[in-house]
């Protein structure tokens, strides 16, 4: 997925799930990011929150998946450029998991050792 600018007016609140590497920059204003380690959702409300204020020109990438809470504080709006990530995985898995799906259109069955 291509980085993307998205706009944050003042007090808004923008929830989103992103993946472990993705990066939010911020280009102008103020945001305030609060996130939980998304395996641990079973936890609910007792799982550590990691909140992180970042000013114009800040990045910040996430260290794991996670429900993040985008807040823009200030009085002006902001800006930030969300970046999703790499891509997942190795290329060694990416040809695993083709070399599997490319059998099961086959109608063959691949085996693990």
Not at 13 to 37: C, E, M, P, Q
Not at 54 to 71: K, N
Not at 77 to 95: E, H, K, N
Request: proline share 5%.
């Amino acid at each position: 997925m291509k980085p993307f600018d998205q706009p944050y007016a003042p007090g808004q609140i923008h929830a989103n799930w992103f993946k472990r590497g993705s990066a939010i920059i911020v280009l102008n204003g103020t945001l305030r990011l609060s996130y939980r380690d998304g395996s641990l959702d079973w936890l609910l409300g007792d799982a550590p929150k990691v909140s992180v204020v970042l000013h114009e020109g800040g990045c910040h990438v996430l260290p794991y998946e996670a429900y993040v809470e985008i807040i823009a504080t200030g009085e002006c709006a902001a800006t930030a450029r969300i970046d999703a990530g790499p891509l997942s995985g190795t290329i060694a898995a990416r040809i695993v998991r083709w070399c599997v799906s490319m059998g099961r259109l086959n109608g063959m069955r691949v085996r693990r050792s």
